[in-house]
């Protein structure tokens, strides 16, 4: 029917402590399991993680948050077939520490400009 619309909290500060580590083999597997079902299968490591040479040869480096969550982004629109999907709004803690990326995602083109121009507010005070 293409009529729902969500708004999606893309845990950041969860990820980041649990499974987004600099050493993806020490993560627990309980924790992944969690990661897949959010994202909906294990295609966020190849996103999370590059592989790059060191002098003791291959590691894996973890991106930046922001690929992560820009990469959600493309998923939506891609595998989850939402035609409408603006930057998320990243909200912050006390310390200005982003804690989750707020998602919005719709059918609606109306409901798309509704929200960039409240996002466009609140950016505009950060």
């Not at 294990?42 to 973890?62: C, H, N, Q, V």
């Amino acid at each position: 029917m293409k009529s729902i619309e969500i708004f999606l909290n893309f845990p950041v500060m969860d990820m980041n402590m649990n499974v987004l580590w600099h050493n993806p083999q020490g993560v627990d597997e309980a924790d992944i399991k969690r990661m897949n079902a959010f994202w909906g299968d294990e295609s966020w490591r190849k996103i999370a993680y590059t592989e790059e040479m060191t002098l003791f040869g291959p590691e894996d480096r973890r991106a930046d948050i922001n690929v992560v969550a820009n990469a959600f982004r493309k998923r939506l629109i891609e595998v989850a077939g939402f035609g409408y999907v603006p930057e998320p709004m990243p909200m912050r803690n006390t310390k200005g520490g982003i804690v989750y990326y707020l998602f919005f995602a719709s059918q609606n083109r109306t409901g798309e400009k509704v929200l960039k121009d409240i996002f466009s507010k609140y950016r505009r005070r950060m």
